[in-house]
């Protein structure tokens, strides 16, 4: 199982990025994926996670409202779509599959990508 993220970039405060990742290797109905970011000198902390069987998905409170998670279940990707950017979110963003169900826990996902950087500035 391998995945890519990509679409992360440096933005204003207020801008929007829409991140990518895609699955190869393994499928949704196996794999439910997870956005995960880190900021240095923090722990890595789950922003969001979509699972197909049965469908659902979770956000954490700090990006509820501003951030989408969906997915192209043809090309194997999830999407991270995120809106009104604050600096607060600057940080690696990584994807992460996890058999089955959403988890918060980082050591209930299986595999991760190479993460990509997201930088809000003020």
């Known amino acids: 199982v391998r995945l890519v993220e990509s679409g992360g970039g440096l933005v204003e405060a207020g801008g929007s990025l829409r991140l990518s990742c895609v699955l190869s290797?393994?499928?949704?109905?196996?794999?439910?994926i997870g956005w995960f970011r880190q900021a240095p000198g923090k722990a890595r902390e789950e922003v969001a996670c979509i699972s197909m069987g049965p469908h659902s998905t979770y956000y954490a409170d700090s990006v509820k409202g501003r951030f989408t998670i969906s997915s192209d279940n043809v090309a194997n990707v999830v999407y991270l779509q995120m809106n009104t950017l604050i600096p607060g979110d600057t940080a690696v963003y990584f994807c992460?599959?996890?058999?089955?169900?959403?988890?918060?826990?980082?050591?209930?996902?299986?595999?991760w990508g190479q993460g990509t950087q997201v930088t809000a500035s003020s």
């Open positions: 992460g599959a996890a058999r089955e169900l959403c988890s918060d826990q980082y050591d209930d996902y299986d595999y």
């Open positions: 290797g393994g499928t949704f109905d196996e794999y439910a």
